[in-house]
Nanobody, 120 residues
């Protein structure tokens, strides 16, 4: 069984920074990709950033230059460094990972989410 646990959310003033963490645990053979999404009230969940395989990254245009995704393979953990936060960044942030386990299954997993609130 595989679990993803996010942490690092909280309340921050506009212009501030937060670093989110997403730790994967359990019967993990390999992690193909790790991504960060967010969902604001009344809005669809949107993809923010992804880190794939050897470390290549992709970002949504609206976070380029402000958010940075990284990964510690030894810890099966992904991070999202968020700088210059804006009130419109307020949302629940979710981690998603594509993981192969020792049974031979390759599935997508979601964390429980972590709330980020940016005050003006």
């Amino acid at each position: 069984q595989v679990q993803l646990v996010e942490s690092g959310g909280g309340l921050v003033q506009a212009g501030g920074s937060l670093r989110l963490s997403c730790a994967a645990s359990g019967s993990i053979l390999s992690i193909t990709s790790m991504c960060w999404y967010r969902q604001a009230p009344g809005k669809q969940r949107e993809l923010l950033a992804a880190i794939i395989g050897g470390g290549s990254t992709n970002y949504a245009d609206f976070v380029k230059g402000r958010f940075t995704i990284s990964r510690d393979n030894a810890k099966n953990t992904a991070y999202l460094q968020m700088n210059s936060l804006k009130p419109e960044d307020t949302a629940v942030y979710y981690c998603n990972a594509q993981i192969a386990d020792y049974s031979g299954s390759r599935l997508g997993y979601w964390g429980q989410g972590t709330q980020v609130t940016v005050s003006s």
